[in-house]
T-cell receptor, first 113, second 112 residues
Framework: DGGITQSPKYLFRKEGQNVTLSCEQN?????MYWYRQDPGQGLRLIYY???????QKGDIAEGYSVSREKKESFPLTVTSAQKNPTAFYLC????????????FGEGSRLTVL | GESVGLHLPTLSVQEGDNSIINCAYS??????FIWYKQESGKGPQFIID?????DKRQGQRVTVLLNKTVKHLSLQIAATQPGDSAVYFC???????????FGKGTRLSVIA
């Protein structure tokens, strides 16, 4: 079945450690996105990529990094520079061009101990 | 740019009643609007969308209304069921390739 796969679903990290969240899609979508969600809050855009080997910062990019070496994959690294990394992270994809629906993964919950 | 606000963070309705969830946006040039449903611990799921050249669109038990004059968007759910309990987000696209901007969500609770 086509879709977006995020892993791991749950992740625990000690302060000062970097962690990478995986996002893979087999929908043949050009664009991919990372959003952060905090309790009772909406989704805030971290980074997005509309084409391979290119990506743009979203509203809250500080302390995060991404790469887009393959169309199917858009990993997110939460670095030690991120001051408050505990959150629910959502990856999404869409066709580029005319605005349209985002397809979301099931999310990764990161907890910093 | 674009900002998206919500009128109520929570909404409780009796099973079988109709639900109305509201959303406001700031940019009159916004051209695409979408509603998502998110169940606890899961990713958002598409419900319905509408483009700026329309003011109403209907799906199965759901209707989206767009009032461009006052920059207001609403989601109506008919005959609300317990399975409709979730957080509902509106999202707005300012222009073609720009990412969706999400509101903070309304938690809908259905009382049996």
């Amino acid at each position: 079945d086509g879709g977006i796969t995020q892993s791991p679903k749950y992740l625990f990290r000690k302060e000062g450690q970097n962690v990478t969240l995986s996002c893979e899609q087999n929908l043949n979508h050009d664009a991919m996105y990372w959003y952060r969600q905090d309790p009772g809050q909406g989704l805030r855009l971290i980074y997005y990529s509309q084409i391979v080997n290119d990506f743009q910062k979203g509203d809250i990019a500080e302390g995060y990094s991404v790469s887009r070496e393959k169309k199917e994959s858009f990993p997110l690294t939460v670095t030690s520079a991120q001051k408050n990394p505990t959150a629910f992270y959502l990856c999404a994809s869409s066709q580029t061009g005319e605005a349209g629906e985002l397809f979301f993964g099931e999310g990764s919950r990161l907890t910093v101990l | 740019g674009e900002s998206v606000g919500l009128h109520l963070p929570t909404l409780s309705v009796q099973e079988g009643d109709n639900s109305i969830i509201n959303c406001a946006y700031s940019n009159s040039a916004s051209d695409y609007f979408i509603w998502y449903k998110q169940e606890s611990g899961k990713g958002p799921q598409f419900i319905i969308d509408i483009r700026s050249n329309m003011d109403k669109r209907q799906g199965q038990r759901v209707t989206v209304l767009l009032n461009k004059t006052v920059k207001h968007l609403s989601l109506q759910i008919a005959a609300t069921q317990p399975g409709d309990s979730a957080v509902y987000f509106c999202a707005v696209c300012y222009s073609g390739n720009t990412p969706l901007v999400f509101g903070k969500g309304t938690r809908l609770s259905v009382i049996a």
